[in-house]
């Protein structure tokens, strides 16, 4: 039945998919769709305007339209079956895809390069410390992830800042994911376990400057808001040329 009601409303031409308003819809009723928000179902829409707040770019606001009416019922549903489907990642014991085999690994000790005329400059060395990287990846009671600092890479951010080793990966277990097109609340969900399990340090959240990464520190937060942990937090953003623009 429609009736008369507050609902959210999409401007299109202003979003740019971000995707940071997702989890914040308790309700579930936005999803991105082709590289844009959208309201996936009025029934699912309270009107409420959790949401609001979290658009960038203010692509979001309530108005008074015809509509389905808000269906409690229908949410609990909807979010029920959206669990169900939701995969959990599960530690690899042996064999499987080796992208998913959980791996710790030595540290590697700079080489001096024995032709170089500059004897003070030394070979560039990994300073990755297990696997796998990928935040849908990673369980949470990976033993690696046990009293770590944790560093959270947009997955831009490697291919920009070429001393990203050096500066900011050593001595630092990492997790990297695209807020734009990863699973924004799946990544909420997953940080929530983390936080709850992990004993987690310290956070460093690096996002380049573009506005569709600024989602990922916002989603780290949510999730540790969520497991009730206090662990302290720095952002980094990095230019599109490779330079640390605050830090």
């Known amino acids: 039945m429609k009736v008369n009601r507050k609902i959210i409303e999409i401007d299109e031409d202003l979003c740019d998919g971000c995707g940071l308003c997702v989890p914040s819809c308790a309700e579930g009723a936005l999803e ?8 996936i179902a009025d029934k699912y829409c309270d009107g409420l305007g959790a949401c609001l707040g979290e658009c960038p770019v203010g692509a979001l606001k309530v108005v008074d339209r015809e509509a389905e009416e808000f269906d409690e019922v229908a949410v609990e549903a909807y979010l029920a079956e959206k ?10 014991i042996s064999g499987g895809c080796p992208s998913s ?21 030394a070979e560039e060395t990994s300073a990755l410390s297990h ?15 046990k009293g770590a600092d944790l560093l959270v890479l947009a997955d831009c951010v490697p291919v920009a800042f070429p001393s990203l080793h050096r500066d900011l990966l050593k001595e630092k277990v990492v997790a ?24 987690i340090k310290s956070v460093t959240a690096v996002v380049m400057e573009v506005p569709c990464c600024a989602g990922l520190p916002i989603v780290v937060k949510k999730g540790m808001e ?18 640390i623009l605050n830090r």
């Open 32 to 39: 991105i769709v082709d590289s844009r928000v959208k309201v």
């Open 83 to 92: 669990e169900k489907n939701t995969p959990k990642a599960e530690p690899m």
């Open 101 to 121: 085999r959980i791996e710790r690994f030595d540290k590697i000790e700079p080489v001096h390069t024995s032709n170089a005329p500059d004897i003070s400059r």
């Open 131 to 145: 696997w796998p990287v990928q935040i849908r990846l990673i369980p949470p009671t990976a033993e690696f992830l």
């Open 176 to 199: 990297l994911g695209c807020p734009k097109f990863d699973d924004a609340e799946g990544y909420v969900n997953k940080f929530t376990e983390i936080f709850q399990v992990a004993d």
């Open 226 to 243: 969520i497991s009730g942990k206090k662990v302290p937090i720095k952002e980094v953003v990095v230019s599109t040329r490779g330079k």
